[in-house]
């Protein structure tokens, strides 16, 4: 075995439970994920979610620990999803990071779900001092280290990327999630049709978008509303992030979350940094969506810091700014 601190990673804060370990040296020795399935039509249902991840959080672990080759009191410390994101699914995993905790005696980490997202793409991604454009169903945040914060440079001021692309596929009887459904109809079309597009400094908003988009779908074909969608989505985005980029003066950014998968939005950020002779770096795919070895990072992090939290306070958050979260790990 490779290292001598384990540390046990469990994400459980939207549709996803999962669960990894990973040693000191960052060697990733088991990430074991469940995905609910979301009827067509539907959303995340949070009480859905939570049936789900407590029917799956035991075999899940178990399984990990198969995999690594290790049995549970060789762990160093379980590290745990806080927040923010569903209650009734954050609840399950914090309930499963204690119970593991005072089974087997560990140290408990209760991590900010972004900041896992952001500390995985930059080890993954090797990036130094980056600009972190952060992208998903929970988040749409235009982030940058400093002063011991990952301090935010330009967000949404309502609905998240994910979100909207969510709720249009939704709508538009797509399955859920949206993201890759939209993506490949948006390749077959190049007929843009104009769409609200709100950027309000550093800060986008989607929601009057996302109204005028649905209002459009019995008058345009399918593959040209998501052409158009992503083309004016990803452009208000591309604008903010140049803005930030520009103020702070970054020579890399680190595209993460779920909707950094999208090739379309990646080719728009890249021919922005381009210009300004920057840097795009963009996590694996395997690594954008939720999963358990972005907690399990920040956990070892943690743990490096003796920042566990006493097991009576290891709680959840479903709302929690990125912004609040002290990083002693940088500096
Ligand atoms: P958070 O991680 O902030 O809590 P989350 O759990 O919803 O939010 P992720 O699993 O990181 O987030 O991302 C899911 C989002 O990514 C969904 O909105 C999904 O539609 C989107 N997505 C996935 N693939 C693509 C794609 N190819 N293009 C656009 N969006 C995508």
């Not at 779900?113 to 991604?125: M, P, Q, S, V």
């Not at 609200?196 to 986008?204: D, E, F």
């Amino acid at each position: 075995m490779s290292g001598k601190t384990l540390i046990l990673g469990i994400e459980s804060t939207a549709h996803t439970f999962g669960v990894a370990i990973i040693d000191e040296n960052f060697t990733v020795l088991a990430d074991e994920r469940s995905t609910l399935d979301v009827p067509l039509g539907s959303g995340i249902h949070p009480q859905k979610a939570a049936e789900h991840h407590a029917q799956n959080a035991c075999r899940l672990i178990t399984s990990a620990l198969k995999k690594a080759n290790i049995s549970p009191d060789k762990l160093s410390g379980i590290a745990y999803s806080a927040g923010p994101g569903l209650g009734p699914a954050l609840r399950v995993g914090a309930t499963t990071a204690r119970a593991l905790s005072l089974l087997f005696k560990k140290p408990i980490y209760a991590i900010h779900h972004a900041i896992g997202h952001i500390e995985l793409a930059i080890k993954l991604t090797k990036s130094t001092d980056p600009l972190v454009v952060l992208v998903s169903g929970g988040h749409t945040a235009i982030t940058a280290f400093s002063d011991g914060k990952w301090r935010i440079y330009g967000e949404t001021l309502d609905i998240t990327l994910g979100n909207l692309i969510d709720q249009f596929a939704r709508e538009l009887g797509l399955p859920f999630p949206g993201g890759p459904h939209v993506e490949s109809l948006a390749k077959k079309s190049q007929n843009y049709i104009p769409l609200p597009y709100t950027v309000k400094g550093n800060n986008v908003m989607y929601s009057g978008l996302l109204t005028h988009v649905i209002s459009l779908a019995s008058k345009h074909k399918l593959e040209d509303l998501c052409y158009s969608l992503q083309e004016t989505a990803f452009s208000m985005l591309v604008e903010a992030v140049e803005r930030a980029l520009v103020q702070l003066d970054k020579k890399e950014i680190v595209l993460t979350g779920g909707v950094a998968s999208n090739s379309r939005l990646q080719e728009m950020l890249s021919q922005m940094a381009e210009i300004h002779g920057v840097k795009v770096l963009v996590s694996p795919k395997k690594y954008n969506p939720d999963n358990g070895v972005q907690i399990a990072i920040v956990g070892l992090y943690l743990h490096k810091h003796n920042l566990s939290v006493p097991v009576e306070k290891a709680i959840v958050k479903q709302r929690w700014r990125l912004d609040e979260v002290d990083i002693p790990w940088r500096m």
